[in-house]
């Protein structure tokens, strides 16, 4: 069974310039969760999605950052300009129920390496 | 505000030595913990869990402690090897807050 995919692997940008990361969940997981992970650090949950819906989007940046999940299958992250400090691991993870209840594990993809010059 | 973390940056152990990785936590409503294992350019993965109603957890060659009391749990690896050398983190589910993060190095 294939795992999170998230594509590109890595991405180097200049600053101001737009960048967007891709997600494939695993089929059938109807959660999917983007992190920002800096270096030394453990990830930050940017937003979770339970199917289509955006049900905590409280730590993402609103000004620039934006994200989806039509179809409540794969998703995308965008951040628009990116700035020098964006730069980070950006980890896409999916589960089948992401209720507080759950006991359902987070399953993560390798992360897209992001560096903004 | 809450919190969630490790209590050392690294830990450095031989291989065939038992490791010890410890974490605190702030908020005594937590209820449920997760260990997870992340090696070098990969996403984290899952290790082993542990509800507030249990005070350990055994796995394959892996523990979990929960210390309500004192609002603590560690994660203990049995014959560290040098497979198992990667950060581990400790995170609370229902918040979805994860430490910093303890880098292990087995050394041979």
């Known amino acids: 069974e294939a795992g999170v995919v998230q594509s590109p692997r890595y991405k180097i940008i200049e600053k101001k310039q737009p960048v967007a990361f891709w997600c494939n969940p695993i089929?059938?997981?109807?959660?999917l969760y983007w992190y920002l992970q800096n270096l030394g650090q453990g990830p930050e949950l940017l937003i979770r999605y339970e199917n289509e819906e955006a049900v905590d989007d409280s730590q993402l940046p609103k000004d620039r950052f934006s994200a989806e999940r039509l179809k409540g299958v794969d998703s995308t992250l965008k951040i628009q300009p990116a700035e020098l400090g964006d730069s980070a691991v950006y980890l896409c993870?999916?589960?089948?129920?992401?209720?507080?209840?759950?006991?359902?594990?987070?399953?993560f993809g390798p992360g897209t390496r992001l560096t903004v010059l | 505000g809450e919190s969630v973390g490790l209590h050392l940056p690294t830990l450095s152990v031989q291989e065939g030595d038992n490791s010890i990785i410890n974490c605190a936590y702030s908020?005594?409503?937590?209820?449920?913990f997760i260990w997870y294992k992340q090696e070098s350019g990969k996403g984290p993965q899952f290790i082993i869990d542990?509800?507030?109603?249990?005070d350990k957890r055994q796995g394959q060659r892996v523990t979990v402690l929960l210390n309500k009391t004192v609002k603590h749990l560690s994660l203990q690896i049995a014959a560290t090897q040098p497979g198992d050398s990667a950060v581990y983190f400790c995170?609370?589910?229902?918040?979805?807050?994860f430490g910093k993060g303890t880098s292990l190095l087995v050394t041979p």
């Open positions: 993870a999916s589960s089948l129920d992401g209720s507080h209840r759950s006991t359902d594990t987070q399953y």
């Open positions: 089929s059938g997981h109807n959660t």
């Open positions: 908020n005594s409503a937590s209820d449920y």
């Open positions: 542990i509800r507030s109603n249990m």
């Open positions: 995170a609370e589910k229902k918040r979805l807050n």
